[in-house]
C-alpha cells in the first residue's frame, strides 16, 4: 500500500505522544527554573579558592606556588605571590596570593588547575547561575569572589571533599607527630643540659 | 612492510629518482621515505599502482615549517700564536638554511597496510617553494594541498585548484610558518587586561580605553 | 614577513555565470543557514533548479587549533581537541592520547583501555543518533527524529558528566590512560542506558526506514562510487556506505577491539540512504561491543603510573595515530623536537576530508540534494576549520 511506511511512522509518532501522558521516560522536558534535574556531584563549572576554617583569608589553602597559572591552557589564571608569609593550617608560614585572579569568561572548565595544584587549594564549583551585567569586571573574579569554605566544598562534591579532608587529617597527623617528637627530643635534650651542669648552691658558698 | 624494500622497488621502476629514508627515534616505529621534486609524482604512481604495494589512500598531507638556524660548533685549528704553531679551538657557525616540508601519510584499502610516510621539502623558503601537487595521484590531497599552501606557502605544480582554504581570499602572509607576526590590532580576550589591554589600547590612541585596576595588574 | 606568491587564477572572484547561460544563479548557501551543520558556506550556480558548481568556502570556524598547540604543553592542547568535533569530544582525546602514547611509548593499563572502549561507543552512539537527527531535520521533519534523538543523547550526556564532570567538553583521555575513575553505580546505570536503546533503535527504525518520503528524497541521491570514495580519502561510514571495507578498528588493531566480536556493515549503493543505513546499522554494533565491555571490565590502575601530569617532554620524533571517531578517520601527526610543547601538531579532520567530494555528489542534482547529501556526510564545523 503506498503510505504504509509513512504511517508505521506516525504510528510510532502517536506512541511517543500519548506514551508522554504515562509514561515518565517519554516526557523529559524539565521545566527551568521552577523544576531542577538532580545535581550531578562530579559536575565542574569553574574553580573556586577551599578555606579552611571561619575567616577566608586565614584559612586559605592557596600557597601562591603558581603552578595552576603555569598549566591553565587558555592562561586565564592571575596570580601575584605576597612578599610576607602567614601560618597555614599546620601552622608553618607560607606565602599567599596577594592578588589571584580567574577571568571566567576565558576560563574552559578543564580542570587541569584543579588536576596539578599540590595543596588542594583550588577546587571545581557547581554554580552556572553566574550572568552578570558588568560585561568586562563582572567576570573576573577576584580572591574574595572565588574563596569559598570547605564546608561548602563538602555540600557540592561530598565523594572527593572526603577523600581531600582524609589526605589533608593524614598529613597534619604526621606534621603533629613529627612537631611532638621533635618537641620531646627538644625536651630531653634540655633535661640532660640542665642535668650535666651543676646547680648553683643557694646559700652561695664558694665551690 | 619492509621500508627497504619498498625504497628498491620504486628506485627500480622510476629511473633517476633520489629516494631517502630518513629514521624516525620515537618509540612509534614509523619512518620516512624522502622523494625529491622532480620525480615525486613517478614515486606516487609506482606506490599506488604497484601489485604488492596498492598505497591507494592517501590520508594526511602535513606542512612543517623548518626556519634556517644557526649551528656553532667548536673546531680545532692549527693557529700561530707567538710564533709557535699550536692547535687551538675555534667556534666555527654555519647557518642551515630553512625549507618547507610536505610530508604525506599513505594507507592501502586494499592490503590494509601503512602508514608509508613520503616527504617533500622544498628548496628554500622564499621564493624556491614549488612542489609537484599529488592530487592527480590521489584526490584527497586536493583540499590539504590547499591548506599547506594557505598556511604554509607552499606552491604545488599542477594543482587543479590552488588558492586559500581557511584564511580568505585577501589575506597576505602564511600563519603556520614559525616567523609569523600576530597582527596588533585584534584583542582576542573579551576583559583583556595585562599585554592584551595595552596593546588594543595603544592600538586605539587609548580612546575609550579602561583604565586598570591594581588588582587587575594595571 | 616572507615574499608570499599567490596563484594567477581566483576562482572565487571570476564570474561564475558563463556568457549565453544567463539563467545561471549564483548563490550563496551560508554561512549563517540553519542546514548547513555549521559556518559553511558553499557558493552554488543553480540552472534553475539544478546545480551546476558547487565550490565550497571554509574558515568560518577557523580557531588556530595547531598553531596554539604549539605554545602549549601536550597535556595544554588536550581540553583544546574536546572542541574539534565538538559533539564527539571523547573520541577526539582518545586519538589525541592513542598520538602522544605512540609518540613516546607508553602503555596503558587495561581498566583504562576498557573505559576507553565504554565511552568512545557511547560517544558514537550519540552521535549517530543526532547525526540521523540532524539529516532529518534538514529535511523538514520538524524535530520529530531529532528530539527522539536527543532524549536518548541526555542519558548518555548525563553519564559523561557523572564521570567526567561535563556534558559535552569532557577532557577525560590522559596519556597513558583516563583522568577519572568510575564512580558508584556508574557502570548500573550504564547497562540500563544500554540496555533501553535497542528499543529505542527500533522506534526510530519503524519512524524512518521505510518511510516513502525519505526513500524518494535519499535514494539514489548522491552516490559516491568506492573508486572516488577510495581516491579523495573518504572514511568512515561514508566510505563504508559506499563498499569501502575499511573499518580503522577492525584494521589498526588499536586499543583491545580485537576481543570485541562485531560486525561492521557496508553499503552497496553509495547514496544517502546508505550512509543513513550504514549509521543506523552501526549503532546496533555499538551496543553489542557496549555490552561486552562491561561485561568485562577488570579492576585495576586507570593511567600509567609511571606518567607524571606535568613535565611531560617526549624524546625528539614524530608519530602518526589514528582512531575510528564517528565522523571518519581521526588522526594527530605530533612531530617533537624534545621541548615540552610540540614542534608541529596536525589533525587529520574527517569532516573536511569527507567534503571534498562535495561538489562531485550534488553536480546535476537539485538544490534541494545539497542538504540532504550534505547532511549525510556529517561534517562538525569545528573539525573541518579547526
Known sequence: MVGEGILKGMAETARNFFGSYVSKDRLTTVQYPEQRDAQIEAARSFPFLVYDGADWHDGMRCVACQICEKECPPKCIFIEKSKDKKPDANGKPQFYPATFNIDISVCMSCQICVEVCPFDAIMMDVDTDLSTDDRFGGLLLDKQRLSKSNEYFNAIHPTEAAAVDARLAVERARQEAKAKAAAEAKAAADAKLTAATPAQPASGEPR | MNLEAIKSEVEANVPGCRLEMVANPSPSDQHSLRSDAEHAVAVAIVLRDAANLRFDFCSNVTGIDWPSREVSEKVKVKKLVDGVEQEADEIRKTVVPGCLEVVYHLFSVEKKHGPLVLRMRTQDRDAGVHLPSLTPVWRSAELQEREVFDLFGVVFDGHPDLRRLLMWPGFVDHPMRRDYVDPDDYEYEPTAHDEVLRRAQQHRGDAGGKQLSEAEGG | ?386
Open chain 3, 1 to 386: 614577513m616572507s615574499t608570499a606568491i599567490v596563484p594567477t587564477a581566483h576562482f572565487d572572484l571570476e564570474p561564475m555565470s558563463e556568457p549565453g547561460k544567463e539563467q545561471l544563479l549564483e548563490l550563496a548557501m551560508g554561512p549563517q543557514h540553519p542546514s548547513t551543520h555549521g559556518v559553511f558556506r558553499m557558493n552554488v550556480v543553480l540552472y534553475g533548479e539544478q546545480v551546476v558548481r558547487l565550490k565550497p568556502v571554509f574558515g568560518y570556524l577557523h580557531r588556530n587549533h595547531e598553531k596554539i598547540a604549539e605554545s602549549e604543553t601536550y597535556l595544554g592542547s588536550m581540553p583544546y581537541t574536546d572542541r574539534l568535533d565538538y559533539m564527539c569530544s571523547i573520541t577526539n582525546n582518545w586519538a589525541y592520547a592513542l598520538a602522544v602514547e605512540k609518540l613516546a611509548g607508553i602503555e596503558v593499563p587495561e581498566r583504562a583501555e576498557y573505559l576507553r572502549v565504554i565511552t568512545g561507543e557511547l560517544t558514537r552512539l550519540q552521535n549517530h543518533a543526532c547525526l540521523i537527527g540532524f539529516l532529518m531535520q534538514d529535511m523538514g521533519s520538524s524535530g520529530t527524529p531529532l528530539m527522539y534523538a536527543f532524549r536518548e543523547r541526555e542519558k548518555i550526556l548525563d553519564l559523561f558528566e557523572s564521570l567526567t564532570g561535563a556534558r559535552m567538553m569532557c577532557n577525560y583521555m590522559r596519556f597513558g590512560g583516563c583522568r577519572a575513575d568510575l564512580p558508584a553505580g556508574w557502570l548500573d546505570q550504564a547497562r540500563k542506558v544500554v540496555a533501553d536503546f535497542p528499543r529505542f533503535l527500533d522506534e526510530y527504525e519503524q519512524l524512518l526506514v521505510s518511510n516513502e518520503i525519505l526513500m524518494d528524497r535519499t535514494q539514489e541521491v548522491g552516490v559516491l562510487s568506492r573508486e572516488l570514495a577510495v581516491s579523495a580519502g573518504i572514511s568512515g561510514p561514508m566510505a563504508r556506505a559506499s563498499g569501502v571495507d575499511y573499518d580503522i578498528r577492525k584494521v589498526d588493531h588499536y586499543s583491545i577491539y580485537d576481543r570485541f566480536t562485531f560486525r561492521v556493515p557496508l553499503g552497496s549503493h553509495g547514496d544517502v540512504y546508505d550512509r543513513f543505513m550504514v549509521r543506523l546499522l552501526e549503532m546496533r554494533e555499538s551496543v553489542s561491543i557496549l555490552e561486552q565491555a562491561m561485561r568485562d571490565i577488570p579492576a585495576g590502575p586507570i593511567v600509567d603510573p609511571r606518567m607524571k601530569v606535568r613535565g611531560f617532554r617526549p624524546k625528539p620524533g614524530e608519530a602518526y595515530g589514528r582512531i575510528e571517531s564517528p565522523k571518519g578517520e581521526l588522526g594527530f601527526y605530533l612531530v617533537s623536537d624534545g621541548s615540552p610543547n610540540p614542534y608541529r601538531y596536525r589533525v587529520r579532520p574527517p569532516s573536511l576530508i569527507n567534503l571534498t567530494v562535495l561538489e562531485d555528489l550534488c553536480v546535476g542534482r537539485n538544490v534541494g540534494d545539497i542538504v540532504a547529501i550534505l547532511g549525510s556526510i556529517d561534517i562538525v564545523l569545528g573539525e573541518v576549520d579547526r
